[in-house]
Structures are given as structure tokens and as C-alpha cells.
């Protein structure tokens, strides 16, 4: 099995890729986003306490949960630092440890809609693969991101434009590159499509109910 790296490499010494993604921080006019860091990690199903119903017993099963931490900056006509944007798309690309039959690597992808983003703090956005796509995909009960997530990407767009990007494979949108890779959609949930819709306060960002 190959693996993304060796994939991506072969891309970019062959020139497939051609377009560069724009630079954390780069920017439309009034608006400016850095991205300061993207968290993959294992959740498990948050187990919580209600009244007035007969409990079910049943186990906990590994979420994979994506953590983006970023800022945002308005231009004083906008507020400022007491400003808030009124709505961001933020898109997902998560490249699985796991090939179709012809040889393609499988990415998990999707957008939120980001709603009220406020410019005065750090802002979190949350998204979710489930334990039932997680099975679908790799046939197994338990994965990790460590063994099971080869890398991701996120683009920022406002206004039709991305804005801002990152990836943990470089600094090419390796994505762009649909010919190498089987694109999945439906798969990534925001956070009020999941059992933790009620966790976490207002840690993150609100996002638009699909």
C-alpha cells in the first residue's frame, strides 16, 4: 500500500499540482484569517446523564474529532476587534489509511458553515467522522487517528474565495488532485449532528443546523 507521502511526492515532481494554496493569513479585503493549528484526535461517545427515561446500557465507541483553532480579523468599518463575521465556510479533507480497489487513496470531505465569528478571541470550528462511517470504511471496530488518519487538509472561504489554508502533507493543496484520490461526501458531521452537541459549552464556534 502506498502511502500519501509517496503519493504527494511523486504529484509534485511530476507537476501535477500546479496551483499553490494561499498562505495562512492571506486575505480579502477587510478580513484576514490565520489558521494556528489542526487537532485529530479519538472521542470517545460522551456518556450523559438525564432524568425521567429508563437508561439503555451500551459502550462507548472511538469518534475521530478535528480541532481548528483560528483567528479571525476585521477592519474597524466591521468592528475591529469587537467585531463579529457573519459567516465562513471551512472545508475538510481527510486522507484515510485506506485504498479503493483501483488504488486510490479515500479522503472523507465536507464543509461547515460557520456562523458569528467573533474577532476579540480565539475561535475554535469542530467536525466529526462517526464510529458507523469509521466502520464502514476500514471494517474494523476500533480505529485511531494515529494509525488510521494519514493527513488532512482545511481551506477557509468567504465570499466564493479561499482565504486561508492548511495541511499537514506541505504546503500544496494535494486535494486539488481528485484524479489520485476517491473523494467521500456525507461522511464529516458538524458538531450538532453528533452526540455532543451539548458538550464543550461555547468552546466552539456556532455552525449553521443542516
Same mark, same amino acid.
Given at each position: 500500500?502506498? $502511502?500519501?507521502?509517496?503519493?504527494?511526492? $511523486?504529484?509534485?515532481?511530476?507537476?501535477?499540482?500546479?496551483?499553490?494554496?494561499?498562505? %495562512?493569513?492571506?486575505?480579502?479585503?477587510?478580513?484576514?484569517?490565520?489558521?494556528?493549528?489542526?487537532?485529530?484526535?479519538?472521542?470517545? %461517545?460522551?456518556?450523559?446523564?438525564?432524568?425521567?427515561?429508563?437508561?439503555?446500557?451500551? %459502550? !462507548?465507541?472511538? /469518534?475521530?474529532?478535528? &480541532?481548528?483553532?483560528?483567528?479571525?480579523?476585521?477592519?474597524?468599518?466591521?468592528?475591529?476587534?469587537?467585531? %463579529?463575521?457573519?459567516?465562513?465556510?471551512?472545508?475538510?479533507?481527510?486522507?484515510?489509511?485506506?485504498?479503493?480497489?483501483?488504488?486510490?487513496?479515500?479522503?472523507?470531505? *465536507?464543509?461547515?458553515?460557520? #456562523?458569528?465569528?467573533?474577532?476579540?478571541? !480565539?475561535?475554535?470550528?469542530?467536525?466529526?467522522?462517526?464510529? $458507523?462511517?469509521?466502520?464502514?470504511?476500514?471494517?474494523?471496530?476500533?480505529?485511531?487517528?494515529? $494509525?488510521?488518519?494519514?493527513?488532512? *487538509?482545511?481551506?477557509? #472561504?468567504?465570499?466564493?474565495?479561499?482565504?486561508?489554508?492548511?495541511?499537514?502533507?506541505?504546503?500544496?493543496? /494535494? /486535494?486539488?488532485?481528485? &484524479?489520485?484520490?476517491?473523494?467521500?461526501?456525507?461522511?464529516?458531521?458538524?458538531?450538532?449532528?453528533?452526540?455532543?452537541?451539548?458538550?464543550?459549552?461555547?468552546?466552539?464556534?456556532?455552525?449553521?443546523?443542516?
Amino acid at each position: 500500500m502506498k $502511502s500519501i507521502s509517496l503519493i504527494l511526492a $511523486s504529484l509534485l515532481l511530476a507537476n501535477v499540482v500546479q496551483a499553490q494554496a494561499p498562505a %495562512t493569513g492571506d486575505k480579502l479585503p477587510g478580513i484576514k484569517i490565520k489558521i494556528k493549528g489542526v487537532d485529530v484526535q479519538e472521542q470517545q %461517545t460522551p456518556m450523559l446523564s438525564v432524568s425521567n427515561i429508563q437508561m439503555k446500557r451500551w %459502550t !462507548p465507541k472511538n /469518534w475521530i474529532e478535528l &480541532d481548528v483553532e483560528f483567528d479571525i480579523k476585521l477592519p474597524e468599518i466591521a468592528g475591529g476587534r469587537k467585531g %463579529t463575521y457573519p459567516g465562513l465556510q471551512l472545508t475538510f479533507y481527510v486522507a484515510l489509511n485506506h485504498m479503493t480497489k483501483d488504488n486510490k487513496r479515500e479522503v472523507i470531505t *465536507g464543509t461547515l458553515d460557520l #456562523v458569528d465569528i467573533p474577532a476579540d478571541e !480565539p475561535c475554535h470550528a469542530l467536525a466529526y467522522i462517526s464510529p $458507523s462511517t469509521l466502520k464502514s470504511v476500514f471494517q474494523k471496530d476500533f480505529v485511531t487517528a494515529s $494509525s488510521d488518519i494519514q493527513g488532512w *487538509g482545511v481551506e477557509f #472561504v468567504a465570499e466564493g474565495k479561499v482565504i486561508a489554508a492548511k495541511s499537514s502533507l506541505g504546503n500544496k493543496p /494535494w /486535494w486539488e488532485n481528485k &484524479d489520485s484520490f476517491a473523494m467521500l461526501q456525507g461522511m464529516l458531521l458538524n458538531k450538532l449532528q453528533t452526540p455532543f452537541a451539548n458538550v464543550f459549552g461555547d468552546y466552539d464556534v456556532q455552525v449553521k443546523a443542516k
